[in-house]
C-alpha cells in the first residue's frame, strides 16, 4: 500500500465507518480478520511466532492456530472500535467498561505524586485512554510516527479528540524530559510497554525466553518517583475490561542500569500473567524475543509489518 492509499483509505475508514450500523462494520472486519489468517501472510505468522512461546513446545499446530484466528479477529476489533470510538458517546463508553484498580491511578495523581501506566498490547488502549480522560483524568502518552504524515496527524488529532496529549516518538524536542515533567506535576502517563523499539532495551525473561522490553517506564518511575501501575485489558463479549495492577516498586541495585531491568522484570511478570490469561487479545504481531530479533537481523524472515499499517500509540520510550 503506497502513501497516498493509506491515507485514502483511513479517511475513508473515518467517515464510513462511523455511519455505518455496528453490526455491518463488525462483520466486515471480523471478515478481513479471518482473510489474513486464511492466507497466512506476515502478520498472522509474526502472530503465531510469539503464540507459540506462549502456549509451550507441547501445544499442537491446530491449537495455535485456532488462537491466531481468534487473535486476529480480536486485533481488528480494535481497529474497528478505533476508528467508530468517537461516534460510540461518553455514555456507552462508560457502560460498556468494566475497571478494577482504577483507584491506584486517581489516589497517586491526586496526591500529585504522578503514575506511569504501563501496558502490554492487550484489548483497546485507545478506549482505555478515552475511558480515562472521561473519568476527568488527562494523560500524556507517545506514538511512532506514521507514513505518510496526513495519516500520524489524523491519529494524533483523534486521539488528541478523546483527551490525550500525544507526544511523537522521533522528530519531536525532548519525548523523555516531557514525560518526567508531567509527571513530576502529578500527571498520569500511559505507555505500551512490551516490545522494544529501538532495540536498546533490558533484556528479560519473558514466557521462558529472552525479550526486550523499553526501559521507559522503569527509568521515569526511578527518576521522578510516580507510582508505576502495570495494566492490562482484554475483551468479554461486548465489554471493555481494564485492570490496574498493584505498584510496581523500583527494584534495588547497585547500578541504574541494574535497578531499571530488575523492575522492568517485575513488569514483564505482571505481563506475562495477563497474557496467559486472555492470550486472544494479546496483538502483537511484531518480534518481541531477542532470538526472533536475530533471525530478523540476519535476514533469515521478512519483516511481518504492512507498509502503511498503523502503530499503536503509546510505545515506551527507551
Sequence with gaps: MDERT??????????????????AGRGVFQAIADHAWRTHGD??????????????????DARLRALSRAGMRSYMRYYYEMFRLPAMGRDHI???????????VEENVRSGRGAIAALPHMGNWDHAGAWISLRGIPLTTVAQRLEPESVYRRFTAYRESLGMEVLPLTGGAGVYGTLARRLRAGGLVCLLADRDLGG???EVEFFGEAARMPSGPAALALNTGAALLPVSLWYDGPRWNIRVHEEVPVA???????????????????????IAAHPEDWHMLQPV?????????????PDTRHPGAPVPAGEAPA
Design 43 to 60: 502478520g498472522t505468522r509474526g502472530l503465531e511466532r510469539n503464540l507459540r512461546r506462549l502456549l509451550g513446545p507441547g501445544a499442537t
Design 252 to 274: 534495588p541495585g547497585a547500578t541504574r542500569s541494574e535497578r531499571v531491568q530488575a523492575t522492568t522484570q517485575r513488569l514483564a511478570g505482571v505481563f506475562q500473567s495477563e
Design 200 to 202: 536498546t532495551g533490558p
Design 6 to 23: 493509506a491515507a485514502l483509505a483511513y479517511a475513508a475508514g473515518w467517515a464510513l465507518i462511523r455511519r455505518s450500523p455496528q453490526w
Design 94 to 104: 462508560l457502560a460498556h467498561t468494566r475497571a478494577e484498580g482504577i483507584h491506584r
Design 289 to 301: 524475543f531477542s532470538a526472533d530479533h536475530d533471525a530478523r537481523r540476519l535476514g533469515h524472515w
